[in-house]
C-alpha cells in the first residue's frame, strides 16, 4: 500500500488561475522537451495535480505527461486524487495519468474506482490503467466478474481490458476460461479472439472449440460469435451448423449471425432447414436474413 500523508482537502482546495495554469504548463513543457524530469517535491505535485482540473486539454496533457515522467512518485498523490478529488476532471485525469506511468501499485485504488465511482470516464480510464499495468491485474479484474453488482458496462470495460492483458498472458487466460463462474469463462473466451486472429494459437482456438459444449448458454453465445470473428468458414462450418439446434435462442441467433458473417455459402441449405423447423419468432427472422444474404451472395 502507498504511503502518502498529504491531505485531501488541501489537494481539492489547490487550484490555479489561468494565467498561473498556462505559466506552469510553459514551464513544464520546456522540462519535458529538453528530457528534464520535473521537480517531485509535495508542493510541485500538488501544484501538477491542481493543473489537472484546467479546462484547457492541452494543459491538462501537459500536466499529466510532467506526472507521468516524475513516476512512482507521483503515484501517492494521484491515487489519492483519482479516489477523493471533489473535481470528477481532476479523478479523470489522475486515471489517465496512472494509465501513463502504469505502476502495480496503484491497482487497489484503481480497482477502487472502477467499483465505487460514477463517473463513466473514470471508470474507463481505470480500466485501461489496469489493462496496462498487465498481468498483475488480471486476477483483479476477472474477481470484479463474480460481483453480482457489476454491471454490463463494467463487464464490457473487463472485456477490453482482458483482451489488451491477453497477449502478454495467455497462461492465465486458459486457465480463466475453466473458471466455474460462468461470466468469468465468457470474459476469458471473449478475450481468447485477438489471440486466435494475431497469433495463431491453437491452444486458444481449441479453446473456444470446447466452449461450444459450455453448460452456460451465455458461454456457448460468446464462443459462436467469436468464432465468427476469428476463423475461416471452411474451417468452422460444421461446428457452427450443430448449433443451429442449440436450446438456447441466442445461441441460434448467434450461430446464424456468424455463418452470415463467414460468407458460409455451403450453410445456406441448412440454414433453411433450421428455419422451417424454428418456432422462435425472433430466431427466425435472423435465419431468414442469413439465407438472404448468402443466397444474393451465391447467385
Not at 115 to 124: A, F, M, N, Q, Y
Not at 272 to 287: N, R, T, W
Request: charged share 25%.
Amino acid at each position: 500500500m502507498l504511503q502518502d500523508f498529504t491531505d485531501i482537502s488541501s489537494i481539492s482546495k489547490s487550484q490555479l488561475t489561468e494565467e498561473e495554469a498556462l505559466q506552469l504548463a510553459d514551464e513544464l513543457s520546456g522540462k519535458l522537451s529538453e528530457g528534464e524530469i520535473p521537480k517531485s517535491d509535495a508542493e510541485s505535485l500538488k501544484r501538477m495535480v491542481a493543473g489537472l482540473g484546467d479546462a484547457r486539454g492541452a494543459l491538462r496533457l501537459t500536466f499529466a505527461k510532467s506526472l507521468g515522467a516524475v513516476g512512482y512518485e507521483a503515484l501517492p498523490i494521484l491515487c489519492k486524487a483519482l479516489r477523493q478529488h471533489q473535481n470528477v476532471v481532476v479523478r479523470r485525469a489522475s486515471a489517465k495519468t496512472l494509465n501513463l506511468i502504469g505502476n502495480k501499485d496503484a491497482l487497489p485504488y484503481l480497482l477502487e474506482a472502477f467499483l465505487k465511482d460514477d463517473d463513466p470516464v473514470v471508470l474507463g480510464s481505470s480500466a485501461g490503467a489496469m489493462a496496462t499495468i498487465g498481468p498483475d491485474a488480471m486476477d483483479s479484474l476477472l474477481g470484479i466478474l463474480k460481483n453480482p453488482d457489476c454491471t454490463p458496462f463494467q463487464v464490457g470495460l473487463i472485456n477490453l481490458a482482458l483482451s489488451f492483458i491477453g497477449s502478454k498472458a495467455p497462461e492465465a487466460l486458459l486457465e480463466a476460461a475453466d473458471s466455474d463462474v460462468a461470466e468469468v469463462r465468457v470474459a476469458a473466451i471473449s478475450a481468447l479472439g485477438d489471440q486466435i486472429q494475431k497469433s495463431d494459437n491453437l491452444r486458444a482456438q481449441n479453446r473456444v472449440f470446447q466452449a461450444l459444449e459450455d453448460v452456460s448458454a451465455d458461454v456457448r453465445a460468446e464462443a459462436v460469435t467469436l468464432i465468427g470473428k476469428s476463423c475461416d468458414a471452411e474451417d468452422v462450418e460444421t461446428l457452427l451448423l450443430k448449433k443451429l439446434s442449440d436450446e438456447d435462442t441466442q445461441v441460434r441467433k448467434n450461430t446464424a449471425l456468424s455463418l452470415m458473417k463467414l460468407d458460409a455459402l455451403g450453410a445456406i441449405e441448412q440454414l433453411k432447414m433450421a428455419e422451417k423447423k424454428e418456432d422462435d419468432p425472433d430466431v427466425k427472422a435472423v435465419l431468414k436474413v442469413a439465407i438472404n444474404i448468402l443466397s444474393a451472395k451465391n447467385d
